[in-house]
């Protein structure tokens, strides 16, 4: 018969080791706020950051358009003719919307010239000193 070992006493048993208060609402509250405003945080440094800007040339639309026909001149028998005139409008409406505001880049021709007309019989109605 086996020698049998003493059962040994529950007292020895050591007790769990005692482990930390998790961290409190206050932490993930402030965690998830960094991590959302980084990325607003970023986005508004790229906009406003000086000489990155992303798109096209800088300068005025009138100097971005003479850029674009130029372009367009030394380049015009490649370009297929429908292509071609695309981009001449694109270019020429840069100065319209600049001197028109936005409306002249959803008006037909006719309704342009129309409301252009309108707007200088009004003109022409108001006295000297309110135009």
């Known amino acids: 018969m086996p020698d049998t070992a003493p059962i040994p006493d529950i007292r020895d048993i050591p007790p769990p080791p005692q482990l930390d208060e998790p961290p409190g609402l206050w932490l993930y509250l402030v965690v998830a706020a960094v991590v959302l ?3 607003i945080v970023v986005a508004l440094l790229r906009r406003r950051w000086p000489g990155r ?7 005025s ?11 367009l001149k030394t380049e015009y028998a490649q370009i297929p003719p429908d292509e ?4 001449t409008v694109g270019a ?3 100065v319209l919307v600049d001197r028109f505001g936005e409306r ?4 037909t021709p006719d309704e342009f010239f129309a409301a252009l007309e309108a707007d200088r019989d009004l ?7 309110q135009r």
């Open 92 to 94: 020429l409406r840069l």
């Open 123 to 129: 003109d022409r109605q108001l006295p000297p000193t």
């Open 61 to 71: 639309p009138r100097d971005r358009a003479l850029d674009t026909l130029h372009e």
């Open 104 to 107: 002249s880049k959803s008006q």
């Open 37 to 39: 405003a980084t990325p």
């Open 53 to 59: 800007a992303e798109g096209g040339p800088q300068g």
């Open 84 to 87: 071609f005139a695309t981009r």
